[in-house]
């Protein structure tokens, strides 16, 4: 009888053992897949972030804080972000009442306002403006002065036509 009870016993631990193996065995291969696709789509993501790194540079190309040789003109004035300080200056023009001075069209639905700006260079600025509705682009030549005052002057521009 105890020789019995130790075999049943011996035959439950034995069982016992082997669930634990394949269960672990099994565990382990879909943790290890887990781990291979996730390795896949880190390494797709990190191709992704350099495209997009690069897709950033290129885009960088035409700024004034990137243009060493555009920036020199202003070292004088001790601007600490000479950019900057010019779209604040395009912006004001904003503050008029009625539609901005620098667009050459007058609002449909509401007055034309400057919202977008990006400043090329030490000349010149791209603007987008609206007026809710209707939108377009300006070509703009701009002075920095040593008073820190700032000239515009547009130089083009463009309405887009509503598609229905």
Known sequence: MKSRIFLYLFLFTALLVLFQYVTARNM????????????????KMEDSIKTLNLKVLDMQYFTLENNDDALAYYDHLNLENPSRYIEDKLLET?????????????????????????????????????????WGELLIKYELKDDLSVDFTMLDHLLYTRSN
Do not use: C
Not at 29 to 43: F, G
Not at 119 to 133: E, P, R, T, Y
């Open 28 to 43: 382990q291969k879909a943790l290890n897949s887990d781990v291979s696709r996730l390795q896949e789509q880190t390494e």
């Open 94 to 134: 904003n503050e008029r009442k009625g539609d901005n001075p620098l667009i050459p069209y007058e609002g449909m639905e509401s007055d034309f306002k400057i919202n977008k700006i990006k400043v090329l260079n030490h000349k010149w600025i791209l603007a987008d403006f609206s007026d809710g509705k209707y």
